[in-house]
């Protein structure tokens, strides 16, 4: 059973930074691709960013290129999202996903088929 857990959220100013980490077990699909996304109240799951965990390739939507990074650890368990610059806009629940096949855009939501529970990221001015 895969079970995916994120952390590092937090509350944080406007310009500051915080540094999200999905850790997942019983998932041995290495080389497909993970995700983060965030959900606002009233709004559809948004993507953020998101990495193929086998060669490293990333891909980030317009909003946070340039502020924030994905990585990964080689063995594929344990995914980052560095945060930078946040704004206000950067504020929700992030979610951390996992895909089983190497099919499907990696910024669609529904290429993931395992998602955890959430982490709260909160931006005040």
């Known amino acids: 059973q895969v079970t995916l857990v994120e952390s590092g959220g937090g509350s944080v100013e406007v310009g500051g930074s915080l540094r999200l980490v999905c850790e997942a077990s019983?998932?041995?699909?290495?080389?497909?691709?993970r995700g983060w996304f965030r959900q606002v109240p009233g709004k559809e799951r948004e993507a953020v960013a998101a990495?193929?965990?086998?060669?490293?390739?990333?891909f980030y939507s317009e909003s946070v290129k340039g502020r924030f990074t994905i990585s990964r650890e080689n063995n594929g368990n344990t995914v980052y999202l560095q945060m930078d610059n946040l704004q206000p806009e950067d504020a929700g629940m992030y979610y951390c996903?996992?895909?089983?096949?190497?099919?499907?855009?990696?910024?669609?939501?529904?290429?993931?088929?395992?998602w955890g529970q959430g982490t709260q990221v909160t931006v005040s001015a």
């Open positions: 990495i193929y965990v086998g060669g490293g390739l990333s």
């Open positions: 019983g998932y041995t699909a290495r080389r497909n691709a």
């Open positions: 996903g996992a895909g089983t096949s190497m099919a499907g855009a990696p910024l669609r939501s529904d290429t993931y088929d395992y």
